[in-house]
C-alpha cells in the first residue's frame, strides 16, 4: 500500500477527477486545512481518510498528513488536491523508492500548456531551484506539488517549516543527508474549474511563496 497525502484548501472541485484516476492500491489521505467549500464532504464521500489541519499553511497540512498515515505502509506521496497533476503518474515517482534507487523522489512539471504555469511563477521556481542546486549539489530543477519518499524518511528530517517553504526545506535537507534524490517529469495542466490557486494563480500568491522560501534559504 502506498499512501497519497491530498493538502486542501477549497478543492472539492477537483477531487472526484483525482479520484477516478488514483492508482490501485494507492490510499488517500485528505488533510482539510480550512476548507468551506465542502471538500471534507465530498472527500468522505469518494472513500478518502480525512483529517483536519487548523494551522493554515502548506506545510502544516503535509505534516498532519504524514503523521496520520499508516507508519506500515512505507512510502508516502505528496500531490496538490487542484488537478493540476495526474495521480496516475505516481507509481513513475514511487518506483525508484520501493526499489532502493532513491530516498526522495520529485516531480518536474511540464505544462501541457502556457495557461498552466504563469510566467511569474515559472521564473520564481527557476530561481529557487538555482539556488538549491548551489547550496545542495542536488540535479532538481522544480520546487514542485508532487513528490515520493519514505514516510520514516520524512519525519527523521525534523522540517520545521509550516507554510510554503516546507517543500524548499525538504530538498535542502536531503541534500544536506546526502540523500540520492531523483527528478522525474510529471504532466501539469491547467487546475481543476471551480478552484482556485493559492500560489501560481497570482503574482501576490507567488511572492508570499518565495518569501517564505527565502526564509528558509536564510536559515
Not at 472541485?13 to 492500491?25: H, I, K, S, T
Not at 481518510?49 to 506521496?77: F, K, M, N
Not at 520524512?154 to 540520492?180: K, M, N, Q, S, V
Not at 500560489?199 to 534559504?217: E, F, I, K, Q
Request: proline share 6%.
Amino acid at each position: 500500500m502506498v499512501d497519497v497525502i491530498l493538502p486542501c484548501l477549497n478543492e472539492a472541485p477537483a477531487l472526484p477527477g483525482l479520484f477516478a484516476r488514483m492508482p490501485d492500491g494507492y490510499a488517500v489521505t485528505v488533510v482539510d486545512n480550512g476548507s468551506t467549500d465542502g471538500t471534507a464532504e465530498t472527500a468522505r464521500r469518494l472513500g478518502a481518510r480525512v483529517v483536519a489541519e487548523s494551522a493554515l499553511g502548506y506545510g502544516a497540512a503535509v505534516h498532519t498528513g504524514i503523521l496520520a498515515v499508516d507508519p506500515a505502509d512505507g512510502v508516502v506521496c505528496v500531490l496538490d488536491a487542484d488537478g493540476s497533476c495526474d495521480p496516475a503518474e505516481l507509481p513513475r515517482l514511487v518506483e525508484p523508492i520501493a526499489a532502493g534507487a532513491a530516498r526522495l523522489v520529485v516531480g518536474r512539471r511540464r505544462p501541457v500548456d502556457h495557461g498552466a504555469w504563469p510566467a511569474h511563477a515559472r521564473l520564481a521556481n527557476a530561481f529557487l531551484a538555482r539556488r538549491v542546486r548551489r547550496a545542495t549539489g542536488l540535479d532538481v530543477h522544480d520546487i514542485g506539488p508532487v513528490r515520493a519518499a519514505r514516510r520514516a524518511d520524512l519525519l527523521a528530517l525534523g522540517l520545521r517549516d509550516r507554510r510554503f517553504g516546507y517543500p524548499l526545506e525538504l530538498l535542502i535537507a536531503a541534500g544536506r543527508a546526502g540523500w540520492p534524490v531523483q527528478e522525474v517529469d510529471v504532466t501539469y495542466r491547467p487546475r481543476a474549474a471551480g478552484t482556485r490557486s493559492k500560489v501560481t494563480g497570482t503574482v501576490r500568491g507567488t511572492v508570499r511563496a518565495v518569501r517564505d522560501m527565502s526564509a528558509v534559504l536564510a536559515r
